[in-house]
Protein backbone atom coordinates (compact mmCIF):
# COMPACT_ATOMS: atom_id res chain seq x y z
CA UNK A 1 0.00 0.00 0.00
CA UNK A 2 1.42 3.45 -0.55
CA UNK A 3 -0.53 7.07 0.54
CA UNK A 4 0.55 9.70 -1.43
CA UNK A 5 0.32 13.40 -0.07
CA UNK A 6 0.67 16.41 -2.90
CA UNK A 7 1.19 20.06 -1.75
CA UNK A 8 2.59 22.98 -3.03
CA UNK A 9 -0.42 24.40 -5.06
CA UNK A 10 -1.91 27.79 -4.73
CA UNK A 11 -2.44 30.97 -6.83
CA UNK A 12 0.24 32.32 -9.23
CA UNK A 13 0.38 35.29 -11.91
CA UNK A 14 0.82 33.52 -15.53
CA UNK A 15 4.46 33.46 -16.30
CA UNK A 16 4.93 32.79 -12.86
CA UNK A 17 6.22 29.35 -11.77
CA UNK A 18 5.33 26.86 -8.78
CA UNK A 19 6.87 23.83 -7.61
CA UNK A 20 4.39 20.84 -6.32
CA UNK A 21 5.56 17.71 -3.90
CA UNK A 22 4.28 14.32 -3.63
CA UNK A 23 5.58 12.63 -0.65
CA UNK A 24 4.93 8.63 -0.55
CA UNK A 25 4.71 6.62 2.57
CA UNK A 26 5.93 2.93 2.10
CA UNK A 27 9.18 1.23 2.10
CA UNK A 28 9.14 0.53 -1.66
CA UNK A 29 8.55 3.89 -3.41
CA UNK A 30 12.27 3.52 -5.11
CA UNK A 31 10.09 0.79 -7.14
CA UNK A 32 7.56 2.08 -8.63
CA UNK A 33 6.68 4.66 -11.76
CA UNK A 34 5.29 7.87 -10.35
CA UNK A 35 3.12 10.18 -12.52
CA UNK A 36 1.03 13.92 -12.71
CA UNK A 37 -2.27 14.30 -13.66
CA UNK A 38 -4.58 16.85 -13.56
CA UNK A 39 -8.33 18.36 -13.91
CA UNK A 40 -9.55 21.19 -15.02
CA UNK A 41 -12.98 22.04 -13.61
CA UNK A 42 -15.69 20.06 -16.38
CA UNK A 43 -12.94 18.64 -17.93
CA UNK A 44 -11.68 15.02 -17.88
CA UNK A 45 -8.15 13.92 -15.99
CA UNK A 46 -5.52 14.02 -18.19
CA UNK A 47 -1.61 12.94 -18.05
CA UNK A 48 0.77 15.86 -17.33
CA UNK A 49 4.29 14.47 -16.12
CA UNK A 50 5.35 10.76 -15.43
CA UNK A 51 9.04 9.67 -14.31
CA UNK A 52 10.66 6.36 -13.76
CA UNK A 53 11.34 4.33 -11.42
CA UNK A 54 14.91 5.02 -11.27
CA UNK A 55 14.22 8.46 -12.71
CA UNK A 56 15.75 7.86 -15.93
CA UNK A 57 13.60 8.04 -18.15
CA UNK A 58 10.71 10.81 -18.44
CA UNK A 59 7.48 11.66 -20.07
CA UNK A 60 5.53 14.84 -20.77
CA UNK A 61 2.57 16.02 -22.48
CA UNK A 62 3.17 18.15 -25.39
CA UNK A 63 1.07 20.84 -23.58
CA UNK A 64 3.63 20.88 -20.73
CA UNK A 65 6.92 19.92 -22.44
CA UNK A 66 9.20 22.46 -22.06
CA UNK A 67 7.84 24.83 -18.97
CA UNK A 68 7.23 21.75 -16.78
CA UNK A 69 9.82 19.06 -14.77
CA UNK A 70 9.31 16.05 -13.43
CA UNK A 71 12.04 14.81 -11.18
CA UNK A 72 12.09 12.09 -7.72
CA UNK A 73 14.70 11.97 -4.78
CA UNK A 74 14.20 8.52 -3.68
CA UNK A 75 16.08 9.12 -0.69
CA UNK A 76 12.73 11.20 0.49
CA UNK A 77 10.05 9.30 -0.73
CA UNK A 78 9.25 12.57 -2.87
CA UNK A 79 8.52 13.08 -6.58
CA UNK A 80 8.06 16.86 -7.81
CA UNK A 81 6.93 19.03 -10.44
CA UNK A 82 8.54 22.58 -11.44
CA UNK A 83 6.29 24.15 -13.27
CA UNK A 84 7.37 27.55 -14.62
CA UNK A 85 5.74 29.79 -17.80
CA UNK A 86 2.42 29.17 -15.98
CA UNK A 87 -0.84 30.05 -18.03
CA UNK A 88 -4.25 30.22 -17.11
CA UNK A 89 -4.97 27.07 -19.03
CA UNK A 90 -2.47 25.44 -16.42
CA UNK A 91 -5.42 25.84 -14.07
CA UNK A 92 -6.39 22.47 -12.16
CA UNK A 93 -6.12 20.46 -9.74
CA UNK A 94 -3.05 17.82 -10.01
CA UNK A 95 -2.68 14.24 -8.55
CA UNK A 96 0.01 12.51 -8.09
CA UNK A 97 0.23 9.15 -8.91
CA UNK A 98 2.30 5.56 -8.25
CA UNK A 99 2.07 2.52 -10.24
CA UNK A 100 4.26 -0.60 -10.43
CA UNK A 101 6.57 -1.51 -12.97
CA UNK A 102 7.23 1.05 -16.22
CA UNK A 103 5.67 4.85 -16.28
CA UNK A 104 2.81 4.96 -18.64
CA UNK A 105 1.12 8.33 -20.21
CA UNK A 106 -2.26 6.90 -19.21
CA UNK A 107 -4.98 6.90 -16.13
CA UNK A 108 -3.50 3.24 -15.69
CA UNK A 109 -1.82 4.25 -12.05
CA UNK A 110 -2.65 2.01 -8.63
CA UNK A 111 -2.45 4.57 -6.17
CA UNK A 112 -3.73 8.03 -6.06
CA UNK A 113 -3.08 11.44 -4.14
CA UNK A 114 -6.03 13.56 -3.24
CA UNK A 115 -4.70 16.43 -5.33
CA UNK A 116 -3.87 19.95 -4.75
CA UNK A 117 -5.21 23.26 -6.20
CA UNK A 118 -2.90 25.68 -9.14
CA UNK A 119 -4.84 28.75 -10.20
CA UNK A 120 -3.01 30.65 -12.53
CA UNK A 121 -4.30 34.02 -13.13
CA UNK A 122 -4.07 36.39 -16.26
Known amino acids: QVQLVESGGGLVQAGGSLRLSCAAS????????MGWFRQAPGKEREFVAA????????YYADSVKGRFTISRGNAKNTVYLQMNSLKPEDTADYYC???????????????WGRGTQVTVSS
Open 97 to 111: AAKRGVAVTTLQYDY
Open 26 to 33: GRTFSTYA
Open 51 to 58: ISWSGGST
